[in-house]
């Protein structure tokens, strides 16, 4: 059957496919073919018995593929239906041809409405592309600005992330400046640690970030200012921190002598023993820390601890030990004046306690060796400064007070642990100097006692005065209780002279065991040393001055206090041997000796000038002595100046207060004088000639001189005569054929010596040789005879 139909179908399909495709396509959702198929249908399913083409569903259908833009989809499915139905219109055609021209007639009204609704279509997308349009220009400037309004957002978030940023900065700034070091460099940290976000990319944050090593810098470098700040404050203070631990020392010292004066058992303990440190109740003073002063190390930590932080504690290390020990440098200053010494002793004192103290509390920031090497190289220069400035001193005190100083120094770094060896030393050399010039100055001022005293017995009016004075000298205990016991006014047996010596004796010790108070080195030497001094002294310039004074001294009374004073040096210096023996022992020392010897000698010239004294009054009553040497006769009785004579020697040598020991010596002395005398009579030059008679005469005045002795206890020195005794006998007895026998001359005349006696009978030669009467001359040759055989026997004998 011809398709009469098709054409209005083609026509009608062209008008939707046109439609379709003037609309402007838009991006939606893809649809699948079954909703393609379902829509399509719709379009196939419209009521045919309707009059009218009901183009309004049409709309939605065209609208709805327009909108989907899948109008080739929908023009392929279109295609196929037309086709479907072309064929289905062909059969109907075929079947029912009326049919198909009233189908055919519908198709023509369809078309014009299709027509209809194209234009409307048409006007109505150009309406819907113009409103569109514009909506979507106002959509793409809202994007716009939502665009905008994001940057704008991001930029403000970034500036304020570097506005916090900055805060921190300034804030670390703000706390360097208030000395918040380590929160300084915790905020650098916090900086650094930051994490990642829109700020990490921008230039400004990489600039901050290289500038970082900047701002520890600047830390280090404030923390380091205010460390040397804090060096200069506690050198300020280091005088004040070593005077207040030296007064604690000196109190501790104190209470320490005090407590071991009462306890004798405590004596060979010192400060700072073992000893000391268990038994005394210990209540330190923390210098650092005390009412008085408070040292802050708060600087010196932080700063220890920022350059831990920063990898650089080395670097801060050698810092430390140079300004340190610039600083020790400029503690001592050349040359050392003697005065200032206290105080740069306090300043040493007080710059090792803070030392110790770093070291203690720093952990490994300091080694013990950089310390000792700051301690060693400072004491090194202070024995030195010490030595000069005492190279040219003279006066031993200033020697004590520098001791003085000295010790207390070294007790109270000793506490602290520090090695003083060297200033032990040191002071052991300033006593050797010390001792020396005690000495002279002591050696002086015995010299000048001697020298003013008046060789008179000391006298005391009242008791106070003699206890003082017998608590100054050393005397036998039973004589030192006698004198205390008796009555006032009281003639002491020993001059001023005595007194005064004892007094600087005790001085001298004093001052000598005052420097080495507290020295706990060396106590051998130095009680050797002391013992040569005190037997130098006593040797040189006691025993020496008196010796000295013996030879100007012509009053025998004088001499004799001298002689007093003697025996009182000896006893003196045996018990100043038990009393520095006791003393020593405190100091682990063993006995000291002192020499005597110088004494005995001093006294043994004493005794022999009181005998020369005597014999000078002795030659008085020789001179007064007339004798006849060529008497006619015997005489019976003595010579009268012997009478006087004993009686002058035995109330002089009995008043003398001496031990009887040495009044034995005086009369022996005296005694041998007048037996010298009385020989020089018969033998000396001063006699030419004399006879038995003068011979006779002699051995009276022999005999009355044994009696008087005998008379008054001291018939023991009658043996001082027996020379003279026996040659008398000789003469008298024409014994000398007798004392020619070596038999009976060594039984009998052991005494004579034989050149006296053969003086002797030349005398009585002579004498009978110039007599005349026959008698005379004969027993004058007899005398010959007997001188030349005496002579014989003993040619050349001397004695």
């Given at each position: 059957?011809?398709?009469?139909?098709?054409?209005?179908?083609?026509?009608?399909?062209?008008?939707?496919?046109?439609?379709?495709?003037?609309m402007a396509p838009q991006r939606r959702p893809q649809y699948t073919q079954e909703n393609i198929d379902q829509q399509l249908q719709q379009i196939h399913l419209l009521d045919p018995s309707s009059s009218s083409e009901n183009l309004e569903q049409l709309g939605p259908i065209i609208?709805?593929?327009?909108?989907?833009?899948?109008?080739?989809?929908?023009?392929?499915?279109?295609?196929?239906?037309?086709?479907?139905?072309?064929?289905?219109?062909?059969?109907?055609?075929?079947?029912?041809?009326?049919?198909?021209?009233?189908?055919?007639?519908?198709?023509?009204?369809?078309?014009?409405?299709?027509?209809?609704?194209?234009?409307?279509?048409?006007?109505?997308?150009?309406?819907?592309?113009?409103?569109?349009?514009?909506?979507?220009?106002?959509?793409?400037?809202?994007?716009?600005?939502?665009?905008?309004?994001?940057?704008?957002?991001?930029?403000?978030?970034?500036?304020?992330?570097?506005?916090?940023?900055?805060?921190?900065?300034?804030?670390?700034?703000?706390?360097?400046?208030?000395?918040?070091?380590?929160?300084?460099?915790?905020?650098?940290?916090?900086?650094?640690?930051?994490?990642?976000?829109?700020?990490?990319?921008?230039?400004?944050?990489?600039?901050?970030?290289?500038?970082?090593?900047?701002?520890?810098?600047?830390?280090?470098?404030?923390?380091?200012?205010?460390?040397?700040?804090?060096?200069?404050?506690?050198?300020?203070?280091?005088?004040?921190?070593?005077?207040?631990?030296?007064?604690?020392?000196?109190?501790?010292?104190?209470?320490?002598?005090?407590?071991?004066?009462?306890?004798?058992?405590?004596?060979?303990?010192?400060?700072?023993?073992?000893?000391?440190?268990?038994?005394?109740?210990?209540?330190?003073?923390?210098?650092?820390?005390?009412?008085?002063?408070?040292?802050?190390?708060?600087?010196?930590?932080?700063?220890?601890?920022?350059?831990?932080?920063?990898?650089?504690?080395?670097?801060?290390?050698?810092?430390?030990?140079?300004?340190?020990?610039?600083?020790?440098?400029?503690?001592?200053?050349?040359?050392?004046?003697?005065?200032?010494?206290?105080?740069?002793?306090?300043?040493?004192?007080?710059?090792?306690?803070?030392?110790?103290?770093?070291?203690?509390?720093?952990?490994?920031?300091?080694?013990?060796?950089?310390?000792?090497?700051?301690?060693?190289?400072?004491?090194?220069?202070?024995?030195?400064?010490?030595?000069?400035?005492?190279?040219?001193?003279?006066?031993?005190?200033?020697?004590?007070?520098?001791?003085?100083?000295?010790?207390?120094?070294?007790?109270?770094?000793?506490?602290?642990?520090?090695?003083?060896?060297?200033?032990?030393?040191?002071?052991?050399?300033?006593?050797?100097?010390?001792?020396?010039?005690?000495?002279?100055?002591?050696?002086?001022?015995?010299?000048?006692?001697?020298?003013?005293?008046?060789?008179?017995?000391?006298?005391?009016?009242?008791?106070?005065?003699?206890?003082?004075?017998?608590?100054?000298?050393?005397?036998?205990?039973?004589?030192?209780?006698?004198?205390?016991?008796?009555?006032?006014?009281?003639?002491?047996?020993?001059?001023?002279?005595?007194?005064?010596?004892?007094?600087?004796?005790?001085?001298?010790?004093?001052?000598?065991?005052?420097?080495?108070?507290?020295?706990?080195?060396?106590?051998?030497?130095?009680?050797?040393?002391?013992?040569?001094?005190?037997?130098?002294?006593?040797?040189?310039?006691?025993?020496?001055?008196?010796?000295?004074?013996?030879?100007?001294?012509?009053?025998?009374?004088?001499?004799?206090?001298?002689?007093?004073?003697?025996?009182?040096?000896?006893?003196?210096?045996?018990?100043?041997?038990?009393?520095?023996?006791?003393?020593?022992?405190?100091?682990?020392?063993?006995?000291?000796?002192?020499?005597?010897?110088?004494?005995?000698?001093?006294?043994?010239?004493?005794?022999?000038?009181?005998?020369?004294?005597?014999?000078?009054?002795?030659?008085?009553?020789?001179?007064?002595?007339?004798?006849?040497?060529?008497?006619?006769?015997?005489?019976?009785?003595?010579?009268?100046?012997?009478?006087?004579?004993?009686?002058?020697?035995?109330?002089?040598?009995?008043?003398?207060?001496?031990?009887?020991?040495?009044?034995?010596?005086?009369?022996?002395?005296?005694?041998?004088?007048?037996?010298?005398?009385?020989?020089?009579?018969?033998?000396?030059?001063?006699?030419?000639?004399?006879?038995?008679?003068?011979?006779?005469?002699?051995?009276?005045?022999?005999?009355?001189?044994?009696?008087?002795?005998?008379?008054?206890?001291?018939?023991?020195?009658?043996?001082?005569?027996?020379?003279?005794?026996?040659?008398?006998?000789?003469?008298?007895?024409?014994?000398?054929?007798?004392?020619?026998?070596?038999?009976?001359?060594?039984?009998?005349?052991?005494?004579?010596?034989?050149?006296?006696?053969?003086?002797?009978?030349?005398?009585?030669?002579?004498?009978?040789?110039?007599?005349?009467?026959?008698?005379?001359?004969?027993?004058?040759?007899?005398?010959?005879?007997?001188?030349?055989?005496?002579?014989?026997?003993?040619?050349?004998?001397?004695?």
């Amino acid at each position: 059957m011809p398709n009469k139909h098709q054409p209005c179908i083609q026509i009608w399909d062209i008008n939707i496919l046109l439609t379709i495709a003037t609309m402007a396509p838009q991006r939606r959702p893809q649809y699948t073919q079954e909703n393609i198929d379902q829509q399509l249908q719709q379009i196939h399913l419209l009521d045919p018995s309707s009059s009218s083409e009901n183009l309004e569903q049409l709309g939605p259908i065209i609208k709805q593929i327009h909108a989907n833009r899948q109008q080739e989809a929908y023009l392929r499915n279109l295609q196929a239906l037309i086709a479907t139905k072309d064929s289905e219109i062909e059969q109907i055609c075929t079947d029912n041809y009326q049919e198909f021209i009233s189908s055919a007639s519908t198709l023509f009204t369809v078309k014009s409405y299709t027509n209809n609704l194209r234009d409307k279509i048409t006007t109505l997308d150009a309406s819907v592309s113009q409103v569109g349009r514009g909506l979507v220009e106002k959509k793409r400037t809202l994007l716009q600005s939502k665009k905008t309004a994001a940057k704008l957002d991001e930029a403000i978030d970034t500036l304020q992330a570097c506005l916090k940023v900055l805060d921190v900065v300034n804030r670390i700034g703000e706390l360097i400046k208030e000395g918040k070091y380590w929160s300084a460099l915790r905020s650098l940290e916090d900086i650094q640690s930051l994490p990642s976000n829109s700020l990490s990319q921008t230039p400004f944050y990489q600039h901050l970030l290289s500038s970082l090593p900047s701002l520890r810098i600047q830390i280090q470098n404030a923390v380091t200012a205010s460390m040397k700040q804090w060096l200069l404050e506690i050198r300020n203070v280091s005088g004040l921190v070593g005077k207040l631990a030296l007064e604690a020392m000196d109190y501790r010292t104190r209470k320490w002598r005090s407590r071991r004066e009462k306890d004798p058992m405590l004596r060979l303990s010192r400060v700072g023993s073992a000893v000391e440190m268990v038994i005394q109740e210990r209540s330190d003073i923390n210098v650092l820390d005390s009412e008085k002063l408070k040292v802050d190390f708060t600087p010196l930590y932080q700063c220890i601890h920022i350059y831990t932080t920063l990898d650089s504690i080395d670097d801060l290390r050698r810092s430390y030990q140079a300004d340190r020990k610039a600083q020790s440098d400029l503690i001592l200053p050349d040359p050392l004046p003697l005065a200032s010494l206290p105080n740069l002793t306090q300043e040493i004192c007080g710059f090792f306690i803070i030392e110790s103290h770093v070291l203690e509390t720093t952990g490994n920031f300091r080694s013990e060796r950089e310390v000792e090497e700051l301690w060693e190289a400072l004491v090194a220069r202070l024995a030195s400064a010490v030595n000069a400035s005492l190279a040219n001193e003279t006066d031993p005190d200033s020697f004590l007070r520098v001791k003085e100083c000295l010790i207390g120094f070294v007790t109270t770094l000793e506490s602290c642990s520090y090695a003083t060896q060297s200033l032990h030393s040191l002071i052991l050399t300033l006593f050797e100097k010390y001792a020396g010039l005690l000495e002279s100055q002591f050696s002086r001022r015995f010299d000048g006692i001697f020298l003013e005293d008046d060789h008179l017995p000391m006298q005391v009016t009242i008791p106070s005065e003699r206890d003082s004075v017998l608590a100054v000298v050393w005397l036998d205990p039973s004589e030192q209780e006698d004198l205390s016991k008796s009555g006032l006014p009281l003639s002491l047996p020993w001059s001023q002279g005595f007194f005064l010596c004892c007094q600087d004796i005790r001085n001298f010790i004093q001052k000598f065991y005052h420097f080495v108070d507290g020295v706990s080195q060396h106590h051998g030497n130095i009680d050797e040393l002391l013992n040569k001094s005190l037997d130098k002294l006593l040797a040189n310039h006691i025993s020496g001055s008196i010796s000295k004074c013996l030879s100007s001294t012509s009053t025998l009374s004088q001499v004799v206090q001298i002689v007093s004073n003697l025996e009182h040096f000896e006893v003196a210096c045996s018990e100043l041997e038990r009393s520095l023996t006791s003393l020593r022992s405190t100091q682990r020392g063993g006995a000291i000796r002192l020499s005597s010897s110088s004494f005995a000698n001093t006294i043994t010239r004493a005794l022999n000038r009181v005998t020369g004294l005597i014999t000078s009054k002795l030659d008085d009553f020789f001179d007064l002595a007339e004798y006849d040497w060529t008497p006619q006769s015997r005489e019976d009785t003595p010579s009268m100046y012997l009478y006087e004579l004993i009686n002058w020697l035995t109330t002089i040598v009995d008043s003398l207060v001496i031990k009887e020991v040495y009044k034995d010596e005086a009369y022996r002395g005296a005694v041998g004088y007048i037996a010298e005398c009385l020989m020089n009579f018969m033998i000396g030059p001063d006699v030419p000639a004399m006879n038995e008679n003068a011979v006779s005469n002699i051995l009276v005045d022999t005999e009355f001189l044994e009696g008087e002795l005998t008379r008054i206890g001291r018939d023991h020195l009658s043996s001082v005569f027996a020379e003279l005794h026996s040659m008398a006998s000789v003469i008298l007895n024409d014994a000398v054929q007798d004392y020619l026998v070596p038999q009976v001359r060594q039984t009998t005349y052991s005494v004579i010596r034989p050149k006296r006696l053969q003086t002797l009978l030349e005398k009585l030669t002579r004498y009978g040789s110039s007599r005349r009467d026959a008698q005379s001359r004969e027993r004058g040759d007899r005398r010959r005879k007997e001188a030349e055989a005496v002579g014989r026997v003993f040619p050349g004998e001397n004695r």
